[in-house]
């Protein structure tokens, strides 16, 4: 929705796996943002690129989760060594114009079994 | 203590009636603030801005009290489509926050 693609729209893993949760805007825009939310909680912030860069990665939770934005467009979250307690659902955003309103994907829902 | 608190809720408020929720932040720097509304698993979506001059959207009013660091949403003669999630947002460098959420049950 709202010109973001989150692919894949869930995924169930095992415990101890990688996973990459993909995130593709539509192009044109610079700052591209990564939540977490769980159940009954608001979106928790992990991570914001501006172009290739990331800006912000001060939510990360670990040195398991990792994001990259090679070439300015597609964002990649990747989470190594899943943990249970890593299943949520991972939101990705797209800045509009003013760079501050944001315009979410429909997330990736993430089971770690 | 979290940057952005809301008081969870829920609210559960007759059609027609008039609701408020707050919402404090801790961050004297924040600079933008908005309201988001969110569906039972949907994404959130903007709501709206808030400025500290107070606005309106409809039946929408957001108010920023920057000395409190308050933030306030009403909502007049609410509908049964009101029913949702209402998240109270902090930009603060780029740094795009979200509070937990305050729910809001419309009855008929």
């Known amino acids: 929705g709202a010109g973001v693609s989150q692919t894949p729209s869930n995924k169930v893993t095992e415990k101890g796996k990688y996973v990459e949760l993909r995130c593709d805007p539509i192009s044109g825009h610079t700052a591209l943002y990564w939540y977490r939310q769980s159940l009954g909680q608001g979106p928790e912030f992990l991570i914001y690129f501006q172009g290739t860069g990331a800006a912000d990665d001060s939510g990360l939770p670990n040195d398991r989760f990792f994001a990259v934005r090679p070439e300015g467009s597609v964002s990649t979250l990747k989470i190594q060594r899943t943990e249970r307690g890593d299943s949520a659902v991972y939101l990705c955003?797209?800045?509009?114009?003013?760079?501050?309103?944001?315009?979410f994907g429909s997330g990736t829902q993430l089971s770690v079994l | 203590r979290k940057e952005v608190e809301q008081d969870p809720g829920p609210f559960n408020v007759p059609e027609g009636a008039t609701v408020a929720f707050n919402c404090t932040y801790s961050?004297?720097?924040?600079?933008?603030f908005f309201w988001y509304r969110q569906d039972c698993r949907k994404e959130p979506k903007l709501l709206m801005s808030?400025?500290?001059s107070g606005n309106e959207d409809g039946r929408f009013t957001a108010q920023l009290n920057r000395a409190s660091q308050y933030i306030s949403l009403l909502i007049r003669d609410s509908k049964l489509s009101d029913s949702a999630t209402y998240l109270c947002v902090v930009n603060r460098d780029d740094k795009i926050i979200f509070g937990k959420g305050t729910r809001l049950h419309i009855l008929p």
């Open positions: 961050n004297s720097a924040s600079q933008s």
């Open positions: 808030v400025y500290s």
């Open positions: 955003a797209r800045a509009g114009q003013d760079g501050e309103k944001l315009f």
